[in-house]
């Protein structure tokens, strides 16, 4: 860039000076003053394209790096439909470049994502004891307050121990306790 200093006007030498001589300082200086605007203003545009390319030299980098994490499955080829939900939600303009596109593509996948089917619930299941043991509960509430007590007979087979009858009093309560341990 040509740095050019701002044009001075020196008011003593100017109070010196005749008539014609002051109007053509004068001149002098208003035609300085608005090359030094035009160069100002020229500068400011190139200044303005350079920053609007450092810009999208940015954003494209943070969408390679985004195509690039194992953890956004799918993002390079749902990009398009990506940068339609950053178009449509002025709120994103406020993030950065990458956290406005992984939050974009987060909105998208929860739009497009499937629900889980039954095969793979089984898997996780089978996968992890705790889910499943958590799924099993779930179901024995569900299904009406819990497994009933189970003993051996003769047969082989697994009788419930009792019904599950729930004492209303604590005489009740006691009577069931008796029938239970046979006393």
């Known amino acids: 860039m040509n740095e050019k200093n701002l044009p001075t006007l020196d008011f003593a030498a100017l109070s010196a000076m005749g008539e014609e001589e002051r109007t053509a300082a004068l001149a002098a200086y208003q ?8 160069e100002l203003s020229a500068d400011n545009e190139r200044t303005a394209a350079l ?6 030299a940015k ?4 969408k390679y790096r985004l195509g ?26 406020a993030l950065s470049d990458e956290e406005r596109l992984r ?22 299941l089978a996968e992890d004891p ?6 099993g ?11 009933p007590a189970l003993f051996a007979t003769a047969g082989g087979a697994s009788l419930p121990l009792g019904t599950n009858e729930k004492p209303k009093t604590l005489d009740e309560a006691g009577a069931l306790a008796r029938k239970a341990f046979g006393v």
């Open 59 to 62: 954003y494209e980098a943070a």
């Open 103 to 124: 939050t974009a593509y987060y909105i998208d996948r929860g739009k497009t994502q499937k629900p889980q089917g039954g095969e793979n619930l089984a898997k996780t």
């Open 68 to 93: 690039c994490t194992p953890e956004l499955d799918g993002f390079s080829a749902r990009l398009g439909e990506i940068e339609k939900i950053i178009e449509s939600m002025p709120a994103l303009a």
């Open 137 to 147: 509960k779930l179901l024995l509430d569900e299904l009406g307050g819990g497994a």
């Open 130 to 135: 705790e889910a499943l043991r958590l799924a």
């Open 51 to 56: 920053e609007g390319e450092l810009k999208t």
């Open 31 to 38: 035609t300085a003053m608005d090359e030094f605007r035009a």
